[in-house]
């Protein structure tokens, strides 16, 4: 096995626990949290095709790496303050249980 193909399995297996946990989870804190291991592979993802690509001394790989880590803590800060507002309002933070959109 290549270590691009090690790195892909890796990041495969990160991205389908993402994905099971955004979408089995009822807590809008444990979604939040599948949705950035969903990132973290991708992000995993770049840095792989990128070290192993054809030309690893440009650092095209790292910079999205870089603002691809900017954009998940910019969407974790946002996702945090949405929840916290609909604890607020709705009391709870099962994603089931809210079901209006209204104020």
Known sequence: MTPLAGCL?????????GLAGALTRRNAILVLAGIELMLNAANLNFIAFWRFGP???????????????????????????LILAIYRHARTSDVSEITEMKG
């Open 9 to 17: 399995l890796v990041s495969s297996l990160l991205f389908s626990v």
């Open 55 to 81: 030309h690893p001394e440009f650092l095209t790989g790292f910079m999205f790496v870089i603002f691809s880590i900017a954009v998940a803590a910019a969407e974790a800060a946002v996702g945090l303050a």
